[in-house]
């Protein structure tokens, strides 16, 4: 591992970089300068969502199911289409999560019924937030 520091737009990042033995880059026969991406910036420490007020489709804590659905992305919940309670398919529509101003459809990974609903429409979540179980 070699440790670099990196400064973008008057950020200064330490950056690891390893070298992989074994494997040969492709060499560069342009002309034209070839300029690096900017490092991504150290992204910031997640918070826990503030637990909604009323949470209408909810169920109680402990009474998750075996399967959960998580958030594949960050993003918002637009929608919930399914219930507590609803007997769905695999690939049905659970809720819709709006994410990179487009609208994603989280389906059902399995046949079962919806055990709880832990968000509400409006809600913001991170990647691996549980969304829904279901038994």
Do not use: C, H, W
């Not at 489709?57 to 402990?62: C, D, M, N, S």
């Not at 594949?72 to 507590?84: D, H, Q, R």
């Not at 529509?93 to 101003?101: F, G, S």
């Amino acid at each position: 591992m070699k440790k670099f520091l990196i400064k973008v737009n008057g950020n200064q990042y330490e950056v690891e970089v390893e070298e992989v033995k074994g494997v040969s880059a492709p060499a560069y026969t342009s002309a034209a300068p070839v300029q690096a991406a900017p490092a991504p910036a150290p992204a910031p420490a997640p918070t826990p969502a503030p637990a909604p007020a009323t949470a209408p489709k909810a169920a109680p804590a402990g009474s998750t199911g075996s399967v959960k659905v998580t958030a594949p992305m960050p993003g918002t919940i637009l929608n919930i289409v399914a219930s507590v309670g609803d007997k769905v398919k695999r690939g049905q529509v659970l809720l819709i999560l709006e994410a990179m101003k487009m609208e994603n459809e989280i389906v059902a990974p399995s046949d079962g019924t919806v055990t709880s609903i832990n968000v509400t429409s409006g809600t913001s979540v991170n990647a691996g937030d549980l969304l829904v179980s279901l038994d």
